[in-house]
């Protein structure tokens, strides 16, 4: 254990600021079975800091609350165990398609959807 970060963090974590964490967060637990670390309420129901744990790893997130914060699109990379599954859930969850999951030139199968607070998620699962 390393006392200079909580025990079980990994040593980075995306930090995503985006309009709307709260449904991100929703977005998150539905499509990755995200589980929810912690939470700190802002001003007029906006999030100043967030922190959800999808598999090995914590991803931070908060709503724009300060002006120099703006929100930002962001891409985050994601491995799971069935690609196709995770992006139909996505989809259903309403993410709008970005790239419907295929094999390319690299081991992975790989697609994309973004969420309603602009995050583009890539989806992939190692096939060979």
């Known amino acids: 254990m390393s006392p200079h970060k909580p025990a079980s963090y990994s040593t980075v974590s995306p930090y995503l ?11 998150l637990k539905r499509v990755f079975g995200a589980i929810e670390l912690r939470r700190f309420p802002g001003q007029a129901g906006k999030i100043m800091h967030a922190e959800v744990r999808i598999d090995d790893s914590v991803i931070m997130l908060a709503d724009p609350v300060l002006p120099d914060w703006p929100a930002i699109s962001s891409h985050v990379h994601v491995y799971v165990q069935d690609v196709d599954a995770i992006y139909r859930k996505a989809l259903e969850a309403g993410a709008s398609a970005v790239q419907e999951p295929v094999k390319k030139q690299d081991e992975d199968k790989r697609g994309g959807v973004r969420d309603a607070g602009g995050t583009t998620w890539w989806i992939a699962t190692k096939m060979e």
């Open 17 to 27: 600021v985006v309009n709307g964490a709260d449904a991100t967060i929703d977005f």
